[in-house]
């Protein structure tokens, strides 16, 4: 009778604890507590790249800050040390000049970084490296970060794909508005004070004419002729990134009767950016 007692008290505590676990809540490991991978990128734009294929499984410390100017910045001793510990270098690839000034430096610093050039397979325009404002170069970019990140990190590459999957449909959905917001305009020239925009002028079948020209401030002779020229072309849009002075575009386009519409080349946000951009420069030309 006493062995059938125990065995019945036995069979109720196992039946207990069995409910019981329905009720006690999962606790998966956090992913906040998992190792990250650190990542570094040139300008912040990529870190939008980084961070839509690498999802929660990455650190990223952008090198030239938001507001800055990749063609004159020196980083901070505070990124340095970061450099060092660093996993993946993605770089721009594009001869940019903080990059031709420091990547070799920076690999110097950590030989153990992967530095993974994300303008590899890119049409290249001389002299141009903003080869991130062409969603249709960045759908190209966006794969060797996926690259990068399985090389280092094998085990999550499913995960990976699936994120490279999703925002490759995003930079689809962006290229085909872009190209539905130019499909009616007819003057399909504009004035850039920097000339940023030539890989999306290239993509959406625009003429860019940039005021400063090789990094120099234009000298009033060349103003003069530029504004001439606009005239001539019945041109009446001028960009202007808020990384430079816009002095001189202010006068262009007073000169000329125009518009100015601000275009950030390099805001973080990317897809949002760059569409926001796409609808202004598009209202103003039409």
Request: aromatic share 8%; with cysteine.
């Amino acid at each position: 009778m006493k062995k059938i007692l125990s065995l019945t008290l036995v069979i109720a505590l196992i039946v207990i604890l069995f409910v019981a676990s329905f009720f006690i809540p999962f606790r998966p490991t956090s992913k906040t507590n998992q190792s990250k991978i650190r990542v570094m990128v040139t300008i912040p734009p990529q870190a939008e790249f980084v961070k839509k294929v690498g999802g929660e499984r990455v650190q990223v410390t952008v090198m030239v800050p938001p507001g800055y100017n990749p063609h004159t910045y020196e980083p901070k001793p505070s990124q340095l040390k970061e450099v060092e510990k660093a996993e993946i270098y993605f770089a721009l690839g594009s001869g940019i000049d903080f990059e031709v000034a420091w990547l070799s430096k920076l690999r110097e610093i950590n030989r153990k970084m992967l530095v993974v050039n994300c303008s590899e397979g890119v049409q290249m325009i001389d002299r141009d490296p903003h080869v991130w404002l062409s969603p249709r170069n960045v759908e190209i970019m966006v794969g060797h970060v996926y690259e990068g990140l399985v090389q280092v990190d094998p085990a999550n590459e499913k995960y990976y794909r699936e994120n490279l999957e999703a925002y490759l449909q995003e930079l689809d959905i962006l290229n085909r508005e872009i190209e539905a917001l130019f499909s009616n305009v007819t003057n399909r020239i504009f004035i850039a004070y920097h000339p940023s925009w030539g890989y999306f002028a290239r993509d959406y079948n625009l003429t860019q004419i940039p005021i400063e020209k090789e990094g120099k401030e234009p000298t009033a002779a060349s103003i003069a002729a530029l504004i001439e020229q606009a005239k001539r072309l019945n041109v009446k849009v001028v960009v202007v990134s808020p990384q430079f002075n816009v002095k001189s575009a202010e006068v262009v386009a007073e000169e000329i009767g125009g518009k100015i519409v601000l275009a950030d080349p390099l805001a973080e946000d990317y897809v949002n950016n760059l569409r926001s951009v796409a609808l202004r420069l598009s209202e103003a030309m039409s």
